[in-house]
């Protein structure tokens, strides 16, 4: 079992550009969670993905979007980047949407 | 809102010290809570969580945590810490709000002593 996997592991932006970043769930998991965690603080809860549609979402800009495919993976979009969107930015997912598995993270960097 | 708060941001110990890692949540409704663990470049895993029942639960490696309902509390405890603890600890709480939203503490960094 793969577990979570995300891609890219690292991404270097400028400001003002777009990004995408990808999540493969845990084999068997429907819902793929997405959070930010900025240096030495916890993830923040971006939003979360249930059957092709946002189900929850955190105290973030519409510049952050996303999308689930048929098979759950997932991809977290986010527009006009600011300097402050650095960050390791981590995928979870889970069966039932409370014991949920992480992925390794894409450390973004914006210039 | 929702929110999770760890008492300590850096704890420093020696092998074989006990542990006792505080968290409080502010939330009135059902929660489930956990406790995840970040060893030095690697991913963040589940230690333990708490659902319904017992309010004491086990975890993986020797920890446990208390469920304090009336206290918003859900302290996460090892009697006796070893080198491979040192790692940056979690706590969660995810709320039963109509969807399943989790909320994380700051985290606590232990650094263990041999």
């Known amino acids: 079992d793969a577990g979570v996997t995300q891609s890219p592991t690292h991404l270097i932006k400028t400001r003002g550009q777009q990004v995408t970043l990808r999540c493969s769930p845990k084999s068997g998991h429907d819902t793929v969670s997405w959070y930010q965690q900025a240096l030495g603080q916890g993830p923040q809860f971006i939003f979360q993905?249930?059957?092709?549609?946002?189900?929850q979402r955190g105290n973030f800009p519409d510049r952050f979007s996303g999308h689930q495919f048929p098979n759950y993976s997932s991809e977290l979009n986010v527009n006009a980047l600011l300097l402050g969107d650095s960050a390791l930015y981590l995928c979870?997912?889970?069966?039932?949407?409370?014991?949920?598995?992480f992925g390794p993270g894409t450390r973004l960097t914006v210039t | 809102a929702q929110s999770v708060s760890q008492h300590n941001h850096h704890v420093i110990l020696s092998e074989a010290a006990s542990l006792e890692l505080g968290c409080n949540y502010s939330?009135?409704?059902?929660?489930?809570l956990f406790w995840y663990v970040q060893y030095p470049g690697q991913h963040l895993q589940l230690l333990l969580k708490y659902f319904s029942g017992d309010p004491l639960v086990k975890g993986i490696k020797g920890f446990e945590a208390e469920f304090i309902k009336s206290k918003f509390s859900f302290n996460l405890r090892k009697p006796s810490v070893q080198w491979s603890d040192t790692a940056e600890y979690f706590c969660a709480v995810t709320a039963h709000t109509g969807g399943f939203k989790t909320i994380f503490g700051a985290g606590t960094r232990l650094f263990v002593k041999a």
């Open positions: 993905y249930y059957e092709e549609e946002e189900r």
């Open positions: 939330y009135g409704g059902t929660v489930n």
């Open positions: 979870a997912s889970s069966l039932d949407a409370y014991e949920q598995y």
